[in-house]
């Protein structure tokens, strides 16, 4: 079985112009970890992810070499409000890693998990055309086992009793 096969191909995005105010607006309301970074006909040049905005509050290397004892967390999280007057090109990563569509499901999954992205873009010529993600590949392959195992469900017939 190949992504093109069980990827989602109507996908949310964004452009680097983007404020990231509407960014993480959208991840906190519709649960959204990342989303992939487009610029003129769908090209795909990075991924903005959640992790790249709150990298921005973790504790620095000196941080954590000094033992942290003059660290204030609670203020580290306060730092958070200057996300919302940046652009999605600040905090993005680029040169995102991708899959082909004609990639099989397996080497998608296995890809995914070196890497411990949950969802991979799917790209073709260097444009988004989808995303598959590990629970699109888990899915995929209990149908397809659940199908092999019991064989396909038999119509019941609904009958009217007197």
């Known amino acids: 079985m190949r992504v093109e096969d069980i990827m989602t191909r109507s996908v949310k995005v964004v452009r680097p112009e983007t ?3 509407e960014v993480v607006t959208a991840m906190c309301l519709y649960r959204v970890s990342g ?7 769908e090209r795909l040049i990075g991924i903005v992810s959640e992790k790249d905005v709150l990298a921005r ?10 033992g942290m004892a ?22 993005m990563s680029y040169t995102p890693i991708t899959v082909r569509p004609e990639t099989h499901i397996l080497k998608a999954s ?13 790209a073709e010529d260097g444009s988004l055309v989808g995303m598959v993600s590990l629970g699109d590949v ?17 119509v019941v017939e609904e009958v009217e009793s007197d």
């Open 70 to 91: 003059g660290v204030d967390l609670d203020e580290m999280m306060g730092t958070y409000k200057e996300v919302f007057r940046l652009k999605v090109a600040d905090l």
């Open 110 to 122: 296995a890809t995914m998990a070196s890497h411990q992205f949950r969802r991979i873009p799917v």
């Open 138 to 154: 888990h899915k995929a392959i209990f149908q397809t086992n659940v199908q092999e195992a019991i064989g396909r469900p038999q």
């Open 19 to 21: 404020p990231m105010v």
């Open 35 to 41: 989303l992939p970074v487009v610029e003129g006909d």
């Open 57 to 66: 509050m973790f504790p620095t290397l000196d941080d954590l070499m000094e």
